[in-house]
């Protein structure tokens, strides 16, 4: 999978490309937004990291000539802590993320991660990890045919992990999704809801099946399943 | 100001202005004087001189020399002031005193003729006659009042014409100088506050003038820019105080790793620059709120809907520690403003009620609508807050004593005091009795539509 990588500062744009590629992407890097608009009319990619502020065309104009011309390739916004309204301008122009720096790598690659997942995803009605199983219609899970309880979150915490199963989920975005409230959360009251979670589904005597990805967030079973 | 600047003063340049017109109001005034009080009573003089001539010349036509003396002896009507006078030959007079100087003027004359009381030589306006080869007779009246009025009136107006200008070329200088040294006073200030000596003030003088009130209010705004900058400064001060501990670790373990690689150390190093980034990241996010271009988003919330997410989120944690969490929520609040921060202030709220409560304590929160404000508590059965360190928890960094040791950047308050002042409210910190009360007061609450 090809990641673009639209970002003026050399330094920033060598980290993201080295974090990317240990996340087994691709990347190809431009420093403009007009560079931008014809690398992604020539060809396909599967996420754009876009830096909000660019020599000559800025970061927005950017998004919405691509989205004004059809294309929906995710886009990830970079921003230097600037605005309050940053965030809501860029998803409101299409961006389907944002992040705003400094950012840990691990956090970037994350939400990349689960932008191009998202974008190849199709409805399901039930997801399945291992003998994990979530009816989504139903809204029943079970952990090898034993049923588990959850509260309203707890089960859109775990639908959440097992939609990136594999992959790692960041504190950010799962407040993000399962909360709704955009913020740095910066403390571990997260944990105590996965720490719940856990105790529902996981087997005693076993491995959780949600990892803890120390300084990033969490995964469900990334060598496991 | 020196003089030669005088043309650019706004005051001299008023004065000169007045000046001007002051003395167009007096030539004016003396103007209405004269036309008043002589050229009319002149010409009303000139008309009866003139009559009175005619009636003359026909009383001596009619009846001869005797009735024109008659005519001539007659008294005068009470407060005027007639000259009458009957010339024979040689132009001697007969009646009345001989004038000793005629200036004809159209149909009278002007005459000058001896003082009766011998003081000089007075003026009349009459009409002379002549009756016959050697007779004579002339009538007017006395205008010597009317000269000197018209000389009084003249002299005025040669004196004004040197006075007023005079004068008020020294009340425009002195009124630039006295103006222009309380603007000096105000410059100089604010040249001196350029330079960087925020602890200069402008005078007052305690009268209570214009400029008073002009130096009350620049002193009251200097005193909040010397405010602001002295808390800007004390806040680098302090950010540079914490972030040098952490960066002093991480340049330790990174020192040590290059000698010998060690995963803790690696692990130790990135908890130190998660440390920095998270103090950076909750500064700048401070600092973007004050800031608040734009103000708060208008976002329409439901603020028992927001309480119960909060509650929600912290309610593991709580349960973790043995603390119990209740909430009394009532429908049909409603609240325009920014979610994301709002949430983040009522979590930092019951993070500090979490943090603080010990084992088997209770935290509260409410929410309620009060004179169109909506106040939101947080109450918890911690320790509390001494009154003496309450107005201090809110800068940032403070911690206060006995706080050092628990878990937490001395950041979380300081955002939720950021995040009320952004919606136009407040942050007031109370005894629970026991523990604290933490009571959040924002703008306007509307009505739900």
């Not at chain 1, 989205?67 to 802590?81: E, F, K, Y």
């Not at chain 2, 016959?132 to 009025?149: A, M, W």
């Not at chain 2, 705004?221 to 040098?244: F, K, N, P, T, W």
């Amino acid at each position: 999978m090809r990641v673009l990588v639209v970002e003026d500062d050399p330094g920033v744009a060598e980290h993201v490309e080295r974090g990317l590629g240990e996340a087994g992407f691709a990347t190809c890097r431009v420093g403009d937004g007009a560079a931008a608009l014809e690398r992604l009319d020539a060809g396909a990619y599967s996420a754009v990291v876009l830096d909000r502020m660019l020599p000559g065309l800025d970061g927005l104009k950017v998004l919405q000539t691509l989205r004004a011309r059809g294309d929906r390739t995710p886009v990830l916004i970079l921003s230097a802590l600037g605005e309050l309204d940053d965030r809501v301008e860029g998803l409101k122009l299409g961006g389907d993320d944002y992040l705003a720096k400094p950012f840990a790598i691990s956090e970037l690659t994350a939400r990349v991660q689960a932008l191009t997942r998202r974008a190849t995803e199709t409805e399901r009605t039930r997801l399945v990890f291992g003998d994990l199983e979530m009816d989504l219609v139903t809204r029943e899970v079970r952990r090898g045919g034993r049923r588990a309880d959850l509260t309203v979150r707890e089960f859109r915490l775990l639908e959440f992990l097992m939609r990136n199963a594999g992959a790692t989920v960041t504190r950010a975005m799962i407040l993000e999704t399962v909360w709704g409230y955009s913020f740095d959360p910066q403390t571990n009251i997260i944990d105590q809801h996965v720490r719940r979670l856990r105790q529902k589904i996981d087997r005693d005597g076993e491995r959780s099946l949600i990892q803890t990805v120390r300084g990033a967030g969490y995964a469900l079973g990334a060598d496991g399943g | 100001m020196r003089l030669g600047q005088l043309h650019r003063s706004l005051t001299f340049r008023l004065a000169l202005l007045y000046l001007v017109l002051f003395t167009a109001s007096v030539a004016l005034l003396l103007g209405v004087a004269w036309v008043g009080g002589v050229a009319r009573p002149l010409a009303a003089v000139e008309r009866q001189a003139a009559a009175e001539g005619d009636a003359a010349a026909k009383t001596y036509r009619q009846g001869g020399l005797p009735a024109l003396v008659a005519f001539l002896k007659a008294p005068a009507p009470p407060g005027s002031e007639p000259f009458r006078a009957l010339l024979g030959p040689g132009r001697r007079a007969l009646i009345g005193a001989a004038p000793t100087r005629v200036e004809p003027a159209g149909a009278v004359a002007r005459i000058e003729f001896p003082d009766p009381d011998g003081s000089g030589p007075r003026d009349a306006v009459v009409s002379i006659r002549r009756l016959g080869p050697d007779l004579t007779v002339i009538v007017g009246h006395d205008v010597e009042r009317l000269e000197e009025r018209a000389d009084l009136i003249e002299a005025a107006l040669g004196w004004s014409a040197v006075i007023a200008p005079t004068l008020g070329l020294l009340v425009g200088l002195a009124m630039s100088l006295a103006v222009s040294r309380r603007i000096e006073a105000v410059t100089s200030t604010a040249r001196a506050v350029m330079a960087g000596d925020l602890s200069r003030r402008v005078e007052v003088r305690g009268t209570g003038d214009d400029f008073d009130q002009l130096a009350e209010t620049l002193n009251l705004m200097l005193a909040r820019i010397d405010g602001l900058v002295q808390s800007v400064r004390s806040v680098s001060d302090h950010v540079a105080h914490e972030l040098r501990t952490p960066l002093t670790r991480l340049r330790a373990e990174l020192e040590i790793l290059g000698r010998e690689p060690s995963p803790a150390r690696v692990e130790r190093a990135l908890e130190e620059a998660e440390r920095l980034q998270s103090i950076f990241d909750a500064l700048l996010r401070i600092a973007r709120i004050e800031a608040g271009r734009h103000g708060a988003a208008q976002d329409a919330l439901d603020p028992a809907a927001l309480l119960s997410d909060a509650v929600d989120f912290y309610l593991p944690e709580a349960e973790a520690k043995g603390v119990s969490i209740e909430a009394d929520l009532p429908a049909g609040l409603a609240l325009r403003g920014d979610r994301d921060l709002l949430f983040q202030a009522v979590c930092n709220l019951l993070d500090n009620a979490v943090k603080h409560t010990p084992p088997g304590g209770r935290i509260r929160v409410e929410a309620r609508e009060d004179a169109g404000r909506l106040h939101i508590a947080v109450a918890d059965t911690g320790p509390g807050v001494a009154p003496e360190h309450r107005a201090r928890v809110v800068e940032r960094f403070y911690r206060a004593p006995g706080d050092e040791e628990k878990p937490g950047l001395g950041l979380g308050l300081p955002l939720v005091s950021a995040v009320a002042a952004l919606h136009g409210g407040t942050l007031e910190l109370q005894s629970a009795e026991p523990g604290l009360r933490a009571v959040l007061r924002l703008g306007r609450s509307k009505p739900r539509v």
